[in-house]
């Protein structure tokens, strides 16, 4: 009888019930069911092994035996074959790990970093538009620079900050995939930009009317409607146009409207809530918006949730101008720049911009609301044109 290659294709297909050899230690297991499996009997390091080649007839009689001597090649070189096959696997699935997936996983770890645990998808958009349609699918320990150049180079300068904030969020996302344990080339973000080369776009400024302009564009703004109250609050208050587009009537307390922190442009948490002095004037504006409000929300759009920032773009396209809403905060900072002495510090405060560092605002815990509702005040008289004089601030001594 054969040591070796004891059994036949035809004939493993006829087997019954029990264990049959094929010699060398490989052996088809079937059960009453008619199932089998491949198994391969060794000894290495003095150990006795079994090693399961694959189910039959899946796994084909000369199938089995071709994985049976690669096994017998790694024993006889001292290697445990079933470890090896383990590392294998292992290695494979670290391979295996698709851009998309490690970009989801980057995102939720995230989160908490994020504004709003980014609920409003930004931090995800650039990729999830301009990375993911090509690399999404692509095993992340594959990705060179050569992938992410041809990704990115149609709008590396057509739309170079939609670029740099891809190819950053790209970044994190290797980064994060490294943490992982997946085998990443870490350079590959800034080879990639080498091949890119330096962009061409020069940012530009969002265009803002001239603070002299400002008094007859609010003059205009007079009928009443949703759209026009929040013009009016905006150019008054300074805020952004988010947090004003979300106000609600309980951020609301006598003169004093406090902007959430998670609100806030690149803040974090509520010891980052931005408090914005009403004057006379605005708390008349909320006044005529609460008639407009609903669940909650004093700007409510026609249909539901509350009016897009394009809303308000809109009706200034319409009248021709080039200026935008957001503008209108340049607008009030050269007029405090230009028409009054207030310190730099309480003037950037007008905006909710921090200045200084993290250990200077730990010491000076003011946020010169007082001063604010000065110089806010005096803002509304000169857009409302009830006054038109230079405001003096007095700074306090140290």
Same mark, same amino acid.
Request: one cysteine or more; proline letters at 4%.
């Given at each position: 009888?054969?040591?070796?290659?004891?059994?036949?294709?035809?004939?493993?297909?006829?087997?019954?019930?029990?264990?049959?050899?094929?010699?060398?230690?490989?052996?088809?297991?079937?059960?009453?069911?008619?199932?089998?499996?491949?198994?391969?009997?060794?000894?290495?390091?003095?150990?006795?092994?079994?090693?399961? #080649?694959?189910?039959?007839? $899946?796994?084909? %009689?000369?199938?089995?035996?071709?994985?049976? !001597?690669? &096994? +017998? =090649? *790694?024993?006889?070189?001292?290697?445990?074959?079933?470890?090896?096959?383990?590392?294998?696997?292992?290695?494979?699935?670290?391979?295996?790990?698709?851009?998309?997936?490690?970009?989801?996983?980057?995102?939720?770890?995230?989160?908490?970093?994020?504004?709003?645990?980014?609920?409003?998808?930004?931090?995800?958009?650039?990729?999830?538009?301009?990375?993911?349609?090509?690399?999404?699918?692509?095993?992340?320990?594959?990705?060179?620079?050569?992938?992410?150049?041809?990704?990115?180079?149609?709008?590396?300068?057509?739309?170079?900050?939609?670029?740099?904030?891809?190819?950053?969020?790209?970044?994190?996302? #290797?980064?994060?995939?490294? $943490?992982?344990? %997946?085998?990443?080339?870490?350079?590959?973000? !800034?080879? &990639? +930009? =080498? *091949?890119?080369?330096?962009?061409?776009?020069?940012?530009?400024?969002?265009?803002?009317?001239?603070?002299?302009?400002?008094?007859?564009?609010?003059?205009?703004?007079?009928?009443?409607?949703?759209?026009?109250?929040?013009?009016?609050?905006?150019?008054?208050?300074?805020?952004?146009?988010?947090?004003?587009?979300?106000?609600?009537?309980?951020?609301?307390?006598?003169?004093?409207?406090?902007?959430?922190?998670?609100?806030?442009?690149?803040?974090?948490?509520?010891?980052?809530?931005?408090?914005?002095?009403?004057?006379?004037?605005?708390?008349?504006?909320?006044?005529?918006?609460?008639?407009?409000?609903?669940?909650?929300?004093?700007?409510?759009?026609?249909?539901?949730?509350?009016?897009?920032?394009?809303?308000?773009? +809109?009706?200034?396209?319409?009248?021709?101008?080039?200026?935008?809403?957001?503008?209108?905060?340049?607008?009030?900072?050269?007029?405090?720049?230009?028409?009054?002495?207030?310190?730099?510090?309480?003037?950037?405060?007008?905006?909710?911009?921090?200045?200084?560092?993290?250990?200077?605002?730990?010491?000076?815990?003011?946020?010169?609301?007082?001063?604010?509702?000065?110089?806010?005040?005096?803002?509304?008289?000169?857009?409302?044109?009830?006054?038109?004089?230079?405001?003096?601030?007095?700074?306090?001594?140290?």
């Amino acid at each position: 009888m054969r040591a070796t290659n004891r059994l036949s294709a035809k004939g493993a297909a006829s087997l019954t019930c029990g264990k049959h050899a094929d010699g060398a230690g490989l052996w088809l297991v079937k059960d009453e069911a008619g199932r089998g499996k491949w198994v391969l009997r060794v000894t290495v390091h003095g150990r006795r092994r079994e090693m399961g #080649l694959g189910a039959f007839p $899946a796994v084909s %009689l000369a199938e089995a035996r071709r994985l049976a !001597d690669e &096994a +017998r =090649a *790694l024993v006889r070189a001292s290697v445990d074959p079933i470890k090896d096959r383990e590392r294998r696997r292992r290695e494979a699935e670290r391979k295996l790990h698709l851009l998309g997936e490690v970009a989801l996983d980057a995102f939720e770890s995230r989160k908490a970093e994020l504004k709003g645990d980014g609920v409003a998808g930004r931090w995800f958009s650039p990729l999830q538009l301009h990375i993911l349609p090509k690399l999404g699918k692509v095993p992340v320990a594959e990705i060179d620079q050569k992938d992410i150049r041809d990704c990115l180079a149609p709008i590396w300068h057509a739309k170079a900050v939609t670029a740099q904030k891809a190819i950053n969020r790209l970044g994190l996302c #290797l980064k994060h995939a490294a $943490a992982l344990g %997946l085998d990443v080339d870490l350079q590959a973000i !800034d080879k &990639a +930009r =080498a *091949l890119l080369g330096k962009q061409r776009h020069e940012a530009a400024n969002i265009p803002a009317l001239h603070w002299h302009d400002v008094p007859a564009f609010y003059a205009s703004l007079d009928d009443g409607t949703v759209t026009h109250l929040a013009l009016r609050l905006l150019i008054l208050t300074g805020v952004r146009s988010a947090p004003l587009r979300f106000l609600q009537e309980s951020q609301i307390d006598g003169d004093v409207w406090t902007v959430p922190g998670h609100a806030m442009k690149g803040r974090k948490g509520a010891t980052a809530d931005h408090r914005v002095p009403l004057c006379p004037e605005t708390i008349e504006i909320i006044k005529a918006a609460r008639r407009h409000a609903r669940e909650g929300f004093l700007f409510p759009s026609a249909k539901k949730g509350v009016i897009s920032d394009a809303t308000m773009s +809109r009706l200034m396209e319409r009248r021709g101008m080039t200026a935008r809403p957001h503008g209108f905060r340049s607008s009030l900072r050269d007029w405090l720049a230009e028409a009054t002495d207030a310190p730099h510090e309480v003037a950037e405060a007008c905006l909710g911009h921090q200045t200084d560092g993290a250990v200077v605002r730990a010491y000076r815990r003011t946020d010169f609301i007082e001063q604010r509702r000065i110089l806010l005040g005096r803002w509304a008289q000169y857009v409302t044109e009830q006054s038109g004089q230079v405001v003096k601030m007095v700074r306090e001594a140290n």
